[in-house]
T-cell receptor, first 116, second 114 residues
């Protein structure tokens, strides 16, 4: 079984500032992936960034980067130069492989507000 | 736009009724997943199909069923609907490659049971 914990139900940041969203997870799998998805008010679920657990290097995607601490089972998301369009619910997700049998386990989410 | 389409966008129906939600995956994706997002339960995995075959089941009720057709589109059937079934239902698809793990989500179908 997998669990994902996001301890910050809500966060806020000023436009152009940096914010970090926290996530811890637990899995018995040795091979897994981690993701951050965002869900803006439109309700569309959008992939933000992904991290392969076997890679030590932290993933980066433009203004979004992660701090992956495998031993601590921690996977935080840093958003730099925050923009109004970043306002959304952010979900930390663990994915366990198994060939083509595969599912994602979602955290409860962190609602990010960006203040102008 | 993820390339995954879902119809209808909104559905309002009464308790005890049956509805069908439809999903077309991204071109080339063989796997389709269904998720339910409700206020109290968060986002939960329901079921996965891969190239027409059921591959994994999550917290799917017996009143719910799904299938994936030869053209790879999928349908989620919800029957004997209850008020608690009101939720946003997402379909997601993933690439055909074995070790490709991203799932791309459709816009969702909002089901309201009255």
């Amino acid at each position: 079984a997998q669990t994902v914990t996001q301890s910050q139900p809500e966060m806020s940041v000023q436009e152009a500032e940096t914010v970090t969203l926290s996530c811890t997870y637990d899995t018995s799998e040795s091979d897994y992936y981690l993701f951050w998805y965002k869900q803006p008010p439109s309700r569309q679920m959008i992939l933000v960034i992904r991290q392969e657990a076997y890679k030590q290097q932290n993933a980066t995607e433009n203004r979004f980067s992660v701090n992956f601490q495998k031993a601590a089972k921690s996977f935080s998301l840093k958003i730099s130069d925050s923009q109004l369009g970043d306002a959304a619910m952010y979900f930390c997700v663990v994915g366990s492989p198994g060939g083509s049998n595969y599912k994602l386990t979602f955290g409860k989410g962190t609602l990010l507000t960006v203040n102008p | 736009d993820s390339g995954v389409t879902q119809t209808p966008k909104h559905l309002i129906t009464a308790t005890g009724q049956r509805v069908t939600l439809r999903c077309s995956p991204r071109s080339g994706d063989l796997s389709v997943y269904w998720y339910q997002q409700s206020l109290d339960q968060g986002l939960q995995f329901l079921i996965q199909y891969y190239n027409g075959e059921e591959r994994a089941k999550g917290n799917i009720l017996e009143r719910f069923s799904a299938q994936q057709f030869p053209d790879l589109h999928s349908e989620l059937n919800l029957s004997s609907l209850e008020l608690g079934d009101s939720a946003l239902y997402f379909c997601a698809s993933s690439p055909a490659e074995v070790r490709a793990y991203e799932q791309y989500f459709g816009p969702g179908t909002r089901l309201t049971v009255t």
